[in-house]
């Protein structure tokens, strides 16, 4: 048995950073991976999404590009030469993180890992010890249980397709979903978004979710709410079908992809012999410090029930390690206001309580403040896109507890604001800082 410091099983984006900070501080650490290094943000979520969402995004813009006197056409997508590109960059990234490995002496085995009992790890016919033992495996994309359920592909077979789908029901109204089905809106598909309920991104603001029912309609995606899938069948005539549990049909389909959630990959792991608590759904059960009910085992990253970001999982990583390793014993993650960007189309970007939650958390003492313009960028529009701000804030400081913002650069606008809100801006804080003008960003500052 061989016998390290600490033993990492998940190399997703959490798991790399706790062996990073662990192995800077000396640390003798193993690092367990069953499929690709960087886990689902490098090559099935974040990274591969963004660059789909940026190929919508330049297609947008050469629509746009008229209206500035440009003659641009499009005629058609080559998607297997986009791709290719995206695989190469993936496939870059992945040789990146080996040389990350090597040097930072962290080593590295392809397997599958179990737990043995609280403080050994087996992988095959090999075991492992460890004082300190992370788990950070990671999600995979759920699928309910209905007929003809194996018809539709996840978000992870999406990644796959070689050749773009013409028509595409996109069935779940998350993030997931309504990213998906903005990508192939904007790629040229013919997209339909299949909702359970009459909502779309229902732990968001009201504003968000309005703004971007009414974007996404007007795009061109149709929207099919209360619709409960209990079906997908194959005809000859009319391709996909998919039926609910009031026996409507939405038909003419080449590709259905699931977006409805996803759910820890815990199954494997043993959990249950060493007595490591997890809920209904298999997410490993912690508490503010990254601890399991089991001592010297932690989880952090999808596989919890905490913020499922990348950066989060980043954070809890880095700042477990430096608590177990680095003399820092205070070192833990403030899960209470976390900014997040959703790549939809426009973008949404939002930190801290929705004007809902405010309302629930503040009694009598909120107040938001709202901006609805044209960005400048669009103006030529016949039908432009509008930008949709929202402040949310308490007290007679007025104390700002939620920014939401929907609309053009909402993704790169966000991150500046969010330290300023973290570090308890004010309404006035904003009202005194000058504008950049003209920018999108500068209504933040100037709402009334």
Known sequence: MSAYDLIVIGGGSGGLSVAERAASYGKKCLLIESGDMGG??????????????????MAHYCHTASNYGFDVQLSSLDWPALKQKRDAYINDIQHWYQGYLES????????????VDARTVMVGEQTFSADHIVIAVGGEPWVPEVEGAGLGITSDDFFELNEQPQRVAVIGSGYIGVEFAGVLNGLGCEVTLVARHDVLLSHFDAMLAEKLTHGMQRSGITLATNFDVQSIV??????LVIGDLQQRHLSGFDCVIWAVGRRPRTAVLNLS???????????????????????????????????????????????????????????????????????????????????????????????????????????????????????VT?????????????????????????????????????????????????????MR
């Not at 689902?40 to 995004?57: D, H, L």
């Not at 194959?234 to 391709?239: A, F, K, P, S």
């Not at 503040?362 to 313009?373: I, N, R, T």
Request: net charge negative; with cysteine.
């Open 40 to 57: 689902t943000c490098v090559n099935r979520g974040c990274v591969p999404k963004k660059i789909m969402w940026y190929g919508a995004q």
């Open 104 to 115: 930072n002496q962290i080593d590295k085995l392809v397997g599958t890992g179990r737990f």
């Open 234 to 239: 194959h005809d000859e005539q009319q391709g």
């Open 273 to 391: 012999d060493i007595g490591i608590e997890v809920d209904s759904l298999g997410h490993v059960i912690t508490n503010e410090w990254q601890e399991t009910s089991k001592s010297g085992i932690y989880a952090i990253g999808d596989v919890t029930t905490r913020a499922p970001l990348t950066p989060v999982a980043i954070a809890a990583g880095r700042r477990l390690a430096d608590r177990l390793f680095g003399d820092k014993p205070q070192s833990k993650v403030d899960y209470s206001l976390i900014p997040t960007v959703l790549f939809s189309h426009p973008p949404i970007a939002s930190i801290g309580l929705t004007e809902a939650q405010a309302i629930v958390q503040y009694p009598g003492q909120v107040k938001s403040y709202q901006s609805h313009f044209t960005p400048m960028i669009l103006a030529f529009n016949e039908a432009p896109e509008q930008t949709s701000m929202k402040l």
């Open 394 to 446: 308490v007290g007679e400081q007025q104390k700002i507890v939620g920014c939401h913002i929907i609309g053009e650069a909402a993704d790169e606008m966000l991150q500046g604001f969010a330290v300023a809100i973290r570090m308890g801006a004010t309404k006035k804080d904003f009202d005194d800082t000058i504008a950049i003008h003209p920018t999108s960003a500068e209504e933040l500052v100037t």
